[in-house]
């Protein structure tokens, strides 16, 4: 990343007011640059990221509420996007949302600040609470409406209640990418997963 | 629990040499008694516990390495026993593997003591991988077991492999037990997700 990634741009007619988006930017980029130098989570205060950013605490308090509204932010930036779904079917549609969850694990062994920030929110109960909130209940929400519409549609069972269906769906990535991080995560992962799934653990008849 | 069960006892006909039984139950029951008490694993010292227990500090070493191997003990202990599998087919065992997962979470959740001995435990990473290796992996290994020979039985189908298999077994109770600590654990539990998985997730045809 070149230096001029991490200040906020200067450019434009406007003299002296950046562009709001470049700030953000830039505010974000200096909390995962204050990260890979291996500072803990807990020792990164506004302050310290203000002047990291070149930026007034202030210009940090106007945009986020405090430092775990600010740290949420910067996890997100660091993780791969939402997926789009395809809408096609349940079963594309699930096979999306698991690619994402052995996209999201593959990232957080690849990226040291991505690891760390998570490992390091884990003890941090505000900052674990913010993002559940903001980034793991909506993908949940997600998986649900995935799994609600497969049942209209006819393509899922209708005798076993759509949580515990969403936990066995997503269960099998989640042991593999959260729990067990030395795992295998091969490329066709979420597609077998899901096929599995679908047509069960009993031998095919017929 | 009485205050005799804390203490080494002294009876029987041979004075002052306890039943080494006695010996290992009090030197297990001293740390539960600490950690009841409050005090993170870190600060419980072989010594303490020796204190507590009213034995020697030799005497602990004489039966464990170390102050690991004996949290590792004392975590055995809190725990449920491990299950007997009634071997009648795949589709039992596998319900009682899944219900001795479901009863570990319950424990989890109903125990204060085990509770936070497993949250400590977690940032330790010389006691994570001696639980790891010796509660873990052997019920780890159990389950792959009861999977090979439900598919040499003709139970389970031969096209996906036996690790995937137990992944996408063991995932829903992990999910519920380890990730999401407030989630539903009813009774009847394991014997849905064993049945839905063995039937699989789409609608019945016939």
């Known amino acids: ?12 007619p406007a003299r002296g ?8 930017h830039a505010i974000i980029e200096a909390v995962m640059t204050l990260l890979e130098d291996g500072l803990p989570l807990a020792e990164i205060s506004v302050e310290r990221v203000a002047r990291t950013a070149g930026v007034g605490k202030a210009t940090i308090y106007r945009r986020w509420s405090g430092k775990e509204e600010l740290f949420v932010d910067v996890l ?3 993780e791969p996007p939402d997926p789009e779904l395809p809408g096609t079917s349940m079963r594309d549609d699930l096979v999306v949302l698991l690619e994402a969850l052995r996209r999201r694990g593959l990232a957080g062994r690849n990226s040291a600040i991505l690891h760390h920030a998570r490992a390091q929110m884990k003890s941090s109960p505000n900052l674990w609470a913010a993002y559940h909130n903001t980034v793991i209940l909506p993908r949940r929400r997600l998986g649900l409406e995935v799994l609600r519409r497969g049942r209209e549609n006819g393509e899922l069972r209708t005798d076993v209640d ?8 997503v269960g099998p990535l989640l042991v593999r990418t959260v729990l067990r991080p030395d795992a295998d995560l091969p490329d066709d992962l979420a597609e077998r997963v899901v096929d599995t799934l679908l047509q069960g653990l009993r031998p095919a008849n017929g």
Not at 5 to 11: G, H, K, L
Not at 17 to 24: G, M, Y
Not at 162 to 169: S, T
Request: charged share 35%.
């Open 76 to 78: 997100r930036a660091a």
């Open 162 to 169: 759509i949580e515990l269906l969403n936990d066995i769906v």
């Open 1 to 12: 990343m070149s230096p001029a990634d991490t200040e906020p741009r200067q450019d434009g």
């Open 17 to 24: 007011r950046p562009r709001s988006e470049a700030v953000e």
